[in-house]
């Protein structure tokens, strides 16, 4: 197979083929239960093939394609720690949307913040987008390739985190990328 002797992949092959059949095999586990040897043998073969089938579409490369990022290849514990990290802003966000809005006088003030954050991973471009929209009271609405980001915030809290570029932070740190943010001045 061609993708796996690719000199443009980031990482190791090998790890990303053996972490994913061990994902697969867990899975396929955890949906049959059954523990016979001839189960096991047939989940294992399934979760290896599957995996060296898929790998090559799990490649996604870079703007420049100069270089191939495997799609699940983050640190797990960093993962789980992001996850925990991006709950607890959640709550936060939630706790200041309802404040701006049950409120008599509702506190809503709309702006859309525009900020630069050049990544070289294209998921981490996508992780970065995604959770800055599942953030309540923020909406991405414009990612471009030059990684102009263009977020509608509901609220001066909202607008605030976008700009103190926290959660570019912790995406930087995620996907193990440089962080190079700067934000826009002139709200559109």
């Given at each position: 197979m061609d993708s796996v002797r690719d000199k443009r992949i980031v990482g190791s092959p090998a790890v990303h083929l053996l972490s994913m059949a061990?994902?697969?095999f867990g899975f396929w586990m955890l949906l049959s239960g059954n523990t016979q040897t001839k189960f096991l043998i047939y989940g294992v073969l399934t979760?290896?093939?599957?995996?060296?089938?898929?790998?090559?579409?799990?490649?996604?490369?870079?703007?420049?394609?100069?270089?191939?990022?495997?799609?699940?290849?983050?640190?797990?514990?960093?993962?789980?720690l992001y996850i925990v990290w991006l709950m607890w802003q959640l709550v936060l966000a939630n706790i200041d949307v309802i404040r701006a809005t049950v409120r008599p006088e509702v506190e809503i003030d709309p702006s859309v913040v525009r900020f630069h954050y050049q990544m070289d991973n294209p998921m981490a471009k996508v992780v970065l987008a995604n959770s800055i929209t599942l953030t309540p009271g923020t909406v991405t609405m414009n990612m471009a390739e030059d990684g102009l980001y263009e977020v509608h915030a509901l609220t001066t809290g909202a607008a605030e985190g976008l700009r103190g570029g926290d959660m570019q932070k912790k995406v930087a740190w995620l996907f193990g990328e440089s962080y190079d943010f700067k934000l826009l001045e002139g709200e559109v």
């Open positions: 061990v994902l697969l979760a290896v093939i599957a995996a060296w089938v898929t790998y090559p579409i799990l490649l996604i490369p870079n703007a420049s394609d100069t270089k191939r990022y495997f799609v699940f290849g983050v640190n797990p514990v960093k993962l789980v």
